[in-house]
């Protein structure tokens, strides 16, 4: 069982910055080496949106397109987080932000489609206006 707590989410105007955080503990063993952490964002009438992942161990990293240039993922190991900085942000980018972790790595639909990830947090609510 992984939980995962999400923080970071706030209201900014476009063109702005924030960095979110997702805290992840297991029962055992390093969840961060063993499990693939994507970040996902859900607007309000629309489904949940695959926005970015890192893979174990930190090894690579993946965008979708919406995103590519102006977000990225980086860890801090000492603290089990992960975090995604978000540049440049659009009234678009309002959603709210969730992390989520799967250990598989055969994916359906690419690594960015939500069924593939079994653990989730609760999500942060990320606001941009214009």
């Known amino acids: 069982q992984v939980q995962l707590v999400e923080s970071g989410g706030g209201s900014v105007q476009a063109g702005g910055s924030l960095r979110l955080s997702c805290a992840a503990s297991v029962a055992s063993g390093d969840v961060y080496n063993i499990y693939y952490i994507g970040w996902f964002r859900q607007a309000p009438g629309k489904e949940r949106e695959g926005v970015a992942i890192i893979w174990p161990g930190g090894s690579d990293t993946y965008y979708a397109d919406s995103v590519k240039g102006r977000f990225s993922l980086s860890r801090d190991n000492a603290k089990n987080t992960v975090y995604l900085q978000m540049n440049t942000l659009k009234p678009e980018d309002t959603a709210m932000y969730y992390c989520?972790?799967?250990?598989?790595?055969?994916?359906?639909?690419?690594?960015?489609?939500?069924?593939?990830?079994?653990?989730w947090g609760q999500g942060t609510q990320v606001t941009v206006s214009s």
């Open positions: 989520a972790a799967t250990r598989g790595s055969t994916w359906f639909g690419g690594p960015l489609a939500a069924p593939n990830y079994a653990y």
